[in-house]
T-cell receptor
């Protein structure tokens, strides 16, 4: 069965430190991969997506993610965290049933 | 109004009430979705509409009844809900394919069932 695993329901980093949010997936078909962000009291918005072009994908707000087929991973990174990055982040993969399969989310906490 | 709007933003209802959630998208998209978001769980896709036709119903209980009168509007009719139905209900839209196209989400309706 297809699935998405986000390691860590909460990740805490200091302002200015590297952000690393992990996403591993299983898929029986070549995947499309997405990262969405949800700020408090808002809906989700797209950060970036992988659609089988370049394996390193750049998104909004300085985030990027690298598709690693051999590791079935699509981890999200940002070199320097900002207070405004505090939010919940969701990884999703295209499923064979023509639906997105979603991870449970990782809440990013930024310490001043 | 721009993007995807949802009303009401908050709703408290008893188990015997009937209420409706409304979603409107101003993006000219052809597909619309209802999701249920519960804490610490993946988003649960409930219903998918493409060009006003329902294409997916992910084993959702009949106490949830969707309606899509046109490609811009989506409703979720609620009746005789259970306390475990309390959650954030998100509406989303996309141009076409749900697995390749970006989905645009509304802010959600926070539903509490007493």
């Amino acid at each position: 069965a297809q699935s998405v695993t986000q390691l860590g329901s909460h990740v805490s980093v200091s302002e200015g430190a590297l952000v690393l949010l992990r996403c591993n997936y299983s898929s029986s078909v070549p995947p499309y991969l997405f990262w969405y962000v949800q700020y408090p009291n808002q809906g989700l918005q797209l950060l970036l997506k992988y659609t089988s072009a370049a394996t390193l994908v750049k998104g909004i707000n300085g985030f990027e993610a690298e598709f690693k087929k051999s590791e079935t991973s699509f981890h999200l990174t940002k070199p320097s965290a900002h207070m405004s990055d505090a939010a919940e982040y969701f990884c999703a993969v295209s499923g064979s049933n023509y639906q997105l399969i979603w991870g449970a989310g990782t809440k990013l906490i930024i310490k001043p | 109004e721009t993007g995807v709007t949802q009303t009401p933003r908050h709703l408290v209802m008893g188990m015997t009430n009937k209420k409706s959630l409304k979603c409107e998208q101003h993006l000219g998209h052809n597909a619309m979705y209802w999701y249920k978001q519960s804490a610490k769980k993946p988003l649960e896709l409930m219903f998918v509409y493409n060009f006003k036709e329902q294409t997916e119903n992910n084993s959702v209980p009949s106490r949830f009844s969707p309606e899509c009168p046109n490609s811009s509007h989506l409703f979720l009719h609620l009746h005789t809900l259970q306390p475990e139905d309390s959650a954030l209900y998100l509406c989303a839209s996309s141009q076409g394919s749900p697995i390749t196209d970006t989905q645009y989400f509304g802010p959600g309706t926070r539903l509490t069932v007493l």
